[in-house]
């Protein structure tokens, strides 16, 4: 009952807006005051070292007190702000509109025809599916409304979208975007259309040649062709340096920017080529290889970051 009860309080702090610190903070609270004043004394009497900003101590710190709030105890807040904690909250930011577009291959028919099981994700891959749905679209409390994410499997020529500005009853985990994908195809496979299928998911025919030619005819109002970038481990550049590389103080690849993103079996020989010949340049977010989920979120992270520098606003997509 008390952990039910602390759930509750946190979900509702979290919803007003509110910073609170979990009683299991609290209780780290001095030795997050050592990291903060480094050459200190701690409680016990034992000199503390004094240690660089950039340190991996530091970094954990600060993310750790911008965390969500999950607890309820203003006695634990105040006591880290008597040890020279302060509370800080990210600027509201709206990003330009974005597409990605994640290349699925060997998806097996009963997953294109929604006839997957909930209870074994894994089996055809629906899992990679939903991270990749979930990382495209959410944000802390909320989802990224430019955003659209278009998974397209290859083998059944056929697309799936997830659109964030029409996105209904998502969550976050892999279970309920599973489920809104099985309704979604399935619906389209002949079973019975239901309230709930209108959630933000769509069915569209043809794979990424068909969703390039489409998408790079809508193009941000008063703006130029929409620039598509290959996320790819041998990149020609960072993903952060093909930003700042763009002309007259925009980012090149912002707004209205096109991610294609390969799944585990990476880019085909064909591929390569149609994304070459649509003029896409090679980008990297990482020396190492990365799950794609997790490419989608670093892109995100780096689009975002281009777009604040320049004070870029939402632009819609003709």
Not at 27 to 41: F, K, N, Q, R, Y
Not at 229 to 258: K, M, Y
């Amino acid at each position: 009952a008390p952990q039910q009860q602390s759930a509750r309080t946190g979900t509702n702090a979290s919803q007003r807006g509110h910073s609170v610190v979990t009683p299991r903070l609290a209780a780290s609270a001095e030795a997050w005051s050592v990291l903060a004043s480094p050459g200190t004394t701690s409680a016990r009497g034992k000199p503390t070292s004094a240690a660089p900003a950039s340190s991996p101590g530091a970094v954990m710190l600060v993310t750790l007190l911008s965390l969500p709030i999950v607890g309820g105890s203003t006695r634990a807040a105040d006591r880290l702000a008597s040890r020279g904690f302060e509370r800080a909250s990210p600027a509201p930011f709206a990003s330009g509109p974005r597409d990605l577009i994640v290349v699925c291959h060997r998806t097996p028919d009963k997953v294109a025809q929604g006839r997957f099981r909930l209870d074994n994700l894994p089996d055809g891959r629906v899992d990679l599916l939903a991270r990749c749905a979930s990382a495209a679209i959410f944000t802390s409390h909320g989802v990224r409304r430019e955003t659209r994410l278009w998974l397209a499997l290859q083998d059944q020529s056929v697309c799936l979208c997830l659109d964030g500005s029409t996105a209904r009853g998502m969550h976050p985990d892999e279970r309920t975007l599973a489920a809104a994908m099985k309704r979604t195809l399935a619906v389209e496979h002949g079973a019975t259309s239901r309230a709930d299928t209108a959630n933000g998911w769509s069915y569209h025919a043809g794979g990424l040649e068909q969703r390039l030619r489409e998408l790079r005819q809508q193009r941000p109002v008063s703006r130029g062709p929409r620039p598509i970038l290959q996320l790819h481990e041998d990149g020609e550049a960072t993903l952060q340096e093909l930003l700042a590389a763009g002309g007259g103080g925009q980012p090149a690849a912002s707004p209205g920017a096109v991610l294609v993103l390969g799944d585990q079996l990476g880019f085909t020989s064909g591929e390569e080529a149609l994304l070459a010949s649509a003029g896409a340049r090679r980008a990297t977010v990482s020396p190492r290889g990365l799950l794609t989920s997790h490419c989608i979120v670093l892109a995100h992270h780096a689009l975002d970051e281009a777009e604040a520098r320049v004070g870029l606003a939402a632009s819609p997509v003709e």
